[in-house]
């Protein structure tokens, strides 16, 4: 497996890299590179690095700004070698690299992420510092939209789970939410360790004026109770699918179906459950159901949510 931590130095991306210990992710055989992105674009050559072809006269601020960009460039590959360090003090078996750049964070993080190609991305969700700012909305939301390959937003973790994890799955019947589950599924659990799979089910309303109709009032009875009767099926096959392919069979799965705006009922069922996670698909796409598009729901949700998410693609 390999993974990509993006990493500014923030007490954020700090979380981020600390709760990988809650992410059932494998004690070795994993590659992991942090990647620091100094937010600064360096100006032309110095004075030695001119031939006599060169057009004009350098500028007297050319080698102050050339020096002060270099400054901040080592500061970022102190930062990197700084996150891997912590990176290898929780998996020491991990083969754990480190590299910094100079640019836009968000381009940069997502330019490395596609000649790299990791399985996963890791971000923090907000964060500051005079290398970058990672903030939900900015750099971590652009890195969520446009990467492609699965990225996990991370926050620290508030849940209930104590040693054991609780994990979330939302699902909607999507080739993204069945990535979802699969990708639950493939990751090591500790025991006692519980799994939740959530549909949001957001039921048709009929139009006020239709009130007085009752052939209105009996299709909106019979959409919804077809409705219920996917999202029921679409959990048992995500239960067993779960319960099939974890390693550990002490992990609990346990389901629930709740009505209402997936943006909202998710985020609110998660914080109950004291999830220490969400894991969700990148695109989906249902009849009536809340569409899982990126933009809408799975951002959302890695917006509002108390902890960490993981927005999965199908690879």
């Not at 399985?119 to 964060?127: D, I």
């Not at 789970?161 to 090591?188: E, T």
């Amino acid at each position: 497996m390999k993974i990509l931590i993006a990493y500014d130095g923030s007490d954020n991306a700090n979380t981020g890299i600390d709760g990988l210990q809650r992410a059932g992710l494998p004690p070795q055989d994993v590659e992991a590179l942090v990647v620091t992105v100094a937010e600064v674009w360096l100006p032309p050559p110095g004075d030695d690095d001119l031939d006599d072809t060169f057009p004009f006269k350098v500028p007297a601020g050319l080698k102050l700004a050339r020096e002060r960009a270099a400054r901040i460039v080592g500061q970022a590959e102190e930062l990197a070698e700084r996150g891997s360090k912590r990176v290898r003090q929780i998996f020491p078996q991990w083969n754990v690299s480190h590299e910094a750049t100079s640019g836009s964070p968000a381009f940069e993080v997502l330019n490395r992420a596609r000649d790299w190609q990791p399985e996963l991305v890791v971000v923090g969700s907000h964060g500051h510092t005079a290398l970058g700012r990672f903030v939900l909305g900015s750099v971590s939301q652009k890195v969520l939209t446009e990467a492609h390959t699965s990225v996990r937003v991370a926050r620290e973790t508030t849940g209930t789970g104590a040693s054991a994890h609780r994990i979330i799955v939302a699902i909607d019947g999507s080739p993204g939410s069945h990535a979802a589950v699969r990708a639950v599924a493939a990751r090591s659990w500790p025991p006692g360790s519980e799994v939740r799979v959530v549909v949001a089910q957001d039921l048709m309303k009929a139009f006020p004026v239709s009130l007085l109709s009752p052939s209105a009032n009996e299709f909106e009875d019979d959409a919804n109770a077809d409705e219920r009767a996917q999202a029921e099926a679409m959990v048992a096959e995500a239960s067993k699918e779960l319960r099939e392919g974890l390693d550990d069979k002490s992990v609990t799965v346990s389901s629930t179906i709740d009505a209402g705006d997936p943006k909202q009922v998710i985020v609110r069922l998660a914080e109950e459950f004291g999830a220490d996670c969400i894991f969700t698909g990148a695109t989906g796409f249902s009849n009536r159901m809340e569409r899982y598009v990126l933009g809408s729901v799975s951002a959302a949700i890695a917006a509002r949510a108390h902890c960490s998410v993981e927005v999965v693609r199908a690879g």
